[in-house]
C-alpha cells in the first residue's frame, strides 16, 4: 500500500472507531484468515447478574458447624439454606474486583443480605476464591479449585450441569465444616471443607455478535471461541453466535490463553485474537493481529495492534473491511 492509501485507511478506519497502530497493521488485518473471540466481555456484555442459588440437600441433616469469627470464634451450627449459601458466598467474593464476585455481592444485597467484608482474601486468577470470612474459611469458584482442596464435587453435579446448559456461569461454595477448621492460613489447601451449594451468574450475549460472526463467516473467515470459562457454558453462547462447537477452547487458564492462539495459528492460520480483559494481553501479543476491544483495559490496549473504541463485534468486521477496502483501490 501506499503511503497515502495507508493514510485514507487509517483516517477512515478512526472515523469508524477502529484505531490502527500504523500502515502495516492495515494490511495485516487483510491478510487474517481466522478471528477468535474472547467471551467475556468480548462476545458477551461482561455484566453479570446472580441469577441461581442452589442449597445442597445435606447428607446429615442440613446444617453445618462451622466457626463464627464474629461470636468470638466458638463453633456453631447453621442451617444450610439458600440464604446461609448467598451469605457465604458473597462474604468471601466482597474483596475481589471480578464481574463474577460483584454480581454475587450485589445480588445478595438485593436479596436483603447484609454482606460482611471477607477478613482475609485470595484471588486464584481462573478459578476463583479462597477468603476467610466470620463463617469460617470459604471456597467460592470452579470444579478445580474445589477439587485442588480435597472437595469431592459429585453432589453438586447435577445443578452445575444444569446450570451450564442454560449458559450460565455455575460456581461452588464451600465451608470449611467442624471445630477449628477456620483457623489457620487461607493458603492451606488442607481443611475438611464441607460443599454448600452452588451459586450462578449468568451474561448476556451482545446484539451484534451474532451477526458479526455471520459476516466474518461469509467472509471465509474461521471463527474461534477461547474463554476460561467452562465447556458447556462456552457452548451454550458459541450456539447462540454461531460459531462451531468445534472451535470453541474452553476451560483456557488466564496464563495458557496465549498457548492456545499459538495452537490455533499452528498450521499456518493468522489469526487476530479479539480480548478486552488484562487476562488476554498476552495472547493478544501472541496473534498474528490483536485486537482489544471497547472497555478494554490499559494491559490490552497495550498489548494490541488495533484497538476498537466501542464494545462492538460488529467493528471487527469493520477493522476488516477498511483493510481490504484501502488496499483493494490502490491495487
Ligand atoms: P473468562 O475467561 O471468561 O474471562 P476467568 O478466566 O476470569 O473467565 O475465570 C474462569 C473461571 O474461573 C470462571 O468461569 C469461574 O468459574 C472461575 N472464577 C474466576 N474468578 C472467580 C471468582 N471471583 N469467583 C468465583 N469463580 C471465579
Ligand atoms: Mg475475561
Not at 454461531?242 to 492462539?261: C, F
Request: proline share 3%; with cysteine; hydrophobic share 40%.
Amino acid at each position: 500500500a501506499t503511503p497515502a492509501a495507508t493514510m485514507v485507511g487509517t483516517t477512515i478506519g478512526a472515523q469508524n472507531g477502529v484505531l490502527f497502530e500504523g500502515g502495516d497493521i492495515l494490511e495485516r488485518v487483510r491478510d487474517v484468515d481466522t478471528v477468535v473471540f474472547d467471551k467475556t466481555g468480548t462476545l458477551t456484555k461482561g455484566e453479570m447478574e446472580l441469577t441461581d442459588v442452589v442449597a445442597l440437600p445435606a447428607t446429615d441433616g442440613g446444617s453445618v458447624e462451622h466457626d463464627a469469627a464474629a461470636d468470638g470464634g466458638a463453633v456453631v451450627e447453621s442451617e444450610v439454606s439458600e440464604q446461609f449459601v448467598l451469605e457465604v458466598a458473597a462474604s468471601a467474593e466482597s474483596g475481589s474486583e471480578h464481574p463474577l464476585a460483584e454480581a454475587i455481592v450485589e445480588g445478595a444485597r438485593e436479596r436483603g443480605i447484609e454482606v460482611e467484608d471477607a477478613d482475609e482474601f485470595e484471588n486464584v486468577p481462573g478459578q476463583g476464591v479462597r477468603a476467610t470470612t466470620s463463617h469460617g474459611r470459604v471456597l467460592v469458584g470452579n470444579r478445580t479449585l474445589l477439587r485442588e482442596a480435597g472437595v469431592d464435587v459429585t453432589p453438586a453435579e447435577d445443578a452445575m450441569d444444569r446450570l451450564e446448559r442454560e449458559g450460565k456461569t455455575a460456581m461452588l461454595v464451600a465451608l470449611a465444616d467442624g471445630e477449628g477448621a477456620g483457623d489457620g492460613d487461607i493458603d492451606a489447601a488442607a481443611g475438611d471443607y464441607r460443599l454448600l451449594g452452588v451459586v450462578a451468574d449468568a451474561d448476556t450475549v451482545k446484539e451484534s455478535a451474532e451477526t458479526a460472526v455471520a459476516e466474518l463467516r461469509e467472509r471465509g473467515t474461521d471463527v474461534w471461541l477461547i474463554t476460561g470459562d467452562n465447556e458447556r457454558t462456552a457452548e451454550a453462547v458459541a450456539e447462540q453466535v454461531g460459531i462451531d462447537p468445534g472451535n470453541v477452547m474452553a476451560g483456557v487458564l488466564p496464563e495458557d490463553k496465549a498457548d492456545a492462539v499459538e495452537q490455533i495459528q499452528s498450521d499456518g492460520r493468522r489469526a487476530m485474537m479479539v480480548g478486552d480483559g488484562v487476562n488476554d494481553a498476552p495472547a493478544l501479543a501472541t496473534a498474528f493481529v490483536g485486537c482489544a476491544i471497547g472497555s478494554g483495559t490499559d494491559v490490552a490496549i497495550e498489548a494490541s495492534d488495533v484497538t476498537l473504541m466501542r464494545s462492538d463485534p460488529l467493528d471487527v468486521v469493520k477493522a476488516v473491511r477498511v483493510s481490504e477496502g484501502t488496499l483493494s483501490k490502490i491495487k
